[in-house]
């Protein structure tokens, strides 16, 4: 059943706005009461955090995407976004039936040897059950929520509020096309035939990777909307945060690994730090590696890109200027005056810090977990506070969240590696041709039918 037959229906979308507007409506009236007041206002936050977790559906994904942008939100309000997680009740076994007939047809029990009507996991889109194939092959079966295109469209329309407020209140930062990328890999979270396909693409792309693994797709038990792949048994990744330190660290190589060859070979990043993404697989009882669970929110970006992030790498690593500045360009960056570009470039030294430090170390580098990065973010804020919004480009939005999100597993491990080492071992050396990922990319995409 093709995805785009569920149709937007004006009813379900009429009450997803009526029910999203009412909660959205106080939250714009307590961050505006909270911007005009100039002081935390804990409460209140706390409160936002309550109503928006109460709504089953993507705004909570939205939600906390938005809790990683810069001065969109009071500081208050985006601490308690970041505490969102995307678990909701699940749905009952009467709701999975109706679900999975309606994706596999009325005979959809016979095409599993067993099925589990009991949701695994329950999630902001969709809820995953465990079943076995008739091969005898253990399965996650992904099942969407009815109306979710609905409840999108209404959620993202809902959010221009919040950004709207946002404009008001002089803010630092233009979130623009921020939002539009947004909005745009929301929508893509729906297909989950992309999904698969994106699996694919990265069962593709870490080929050989002792330490890392990538469920197969059954397609044949797949729809846009019910994505099977097969089962990665794991331990929750913070089940090892005191484990021994060799233990945290063959953990963390393999996470540099996961999410840095994708984007330095073939220009493709997982977009999604939530660490229910992933699971660590154990050898003779030992950790071994990590296993990557959900393909919804992957990010393909142009080779130029990738060159990019390697300019301004180089540029920081040696003070080239003239370097630097070009890589914001290519980045989408426009306009900017030697003094943005200084307060730009704190961020910049903050997230390549320690893949520019050629010695084995912590990500924070003595700096308390709760602090990492927030002496950083002041002094960006302050700086830019009488220089007129910079605009993010949209493109850069997931590629900074996502590197803020591997930065974060490395916290909890308190892995101490030499991250520079890695990352020129991902690069292949000190330089990158865009061509040469351009030709990789190309026939990857292709491959996997993304092309």
Known sequence: ?????????????????????????????????????????????????????????????????????????????????????????????????????????????????????????????????????????????????????????????????????????????????????????????????????????????????????????????????????????????????????????????AMFRAWWHPFSQFGVIHGDPHLGNYTVFETDGAAAGINLLDYGCIRIFPPRFVQGVVDLYEGLRTSDEARIVHAYETWGFRGLRRDVIETLNIWARFIYGPILDDRVRTVANGVPPGQYGRREMMQVHAALKDKGPVRIPQEFVFMDRAAIGLGAVFLHLDAKLNFYQLFHEAFGGDQVSADAIAGRQSQALATVGLG
């Open 1 to 253: 059943m093709a995805i785009d037959s569920e149709r937007n229906r004006f009813s379900a979308r009429a009450a997803r706005y009526a029910r999203v507007g009412a909660q959205m409506g106080g939250v714009a009236a307590r961050m505006g009461a909270a911007r005009l007041m100039g002081g935390d206002n804990p409460a209140s936050a706390a409160a936002l955090r309550a109503a928006l977790g109460g709504l089953k559906g993507p705004l909570m994904k939205v939600a906390q995407l938005m809790a990683t942008i810069p001065d969109l939100l009071p500081p208050e309000f985006a601490e308690e976004l970041q505490k969102l997680q995307s678990d909701a009740p699940p749905m009952g076994a009467s709701f999975v039936k109706r679900r999975m007939q309606a994706e596999l047809g009325a005979d959809w029990r016979d095409r599993f040897a067993e099925f589990d009507l009991r949701p695994t996991a329950a999630a902001s889109l969709g809820q995953v059950h465990r079943a076995t194939a008739h091969d005898g092959e253990l399965l996650a079966c992904k099942l969407q929520y009815p109306d979710m295109s609905s409840a999108v469209e209404a959620d993202i329309s809902q959010l221009q509020m919040l950004f709207a407020v946002h404009r008001q209140f002089n803010p630092i930062i233009d979130t623009q096309e921020a939002a539009r990328e947004i909005a745009e890999r929301v929508r893509e979270e729906l297909d989950y035939k992309r999904e698969s396909k994106h699996a694919a693409l990265y069962a593709l792309m870490l080929k050989g990777a002792d330490n890392v693994r990538v469920p197969g797709v059954r397609n044949e038990l797949s729809t846009g909307r019910l994505l099977t792949l097969e089962w990665l048994e794991g331990r929750k990744l913070l089940d090892f945060k005191q484990a021994d330190q060799e233990t945290r660290n063959r953990i963390a190589v």
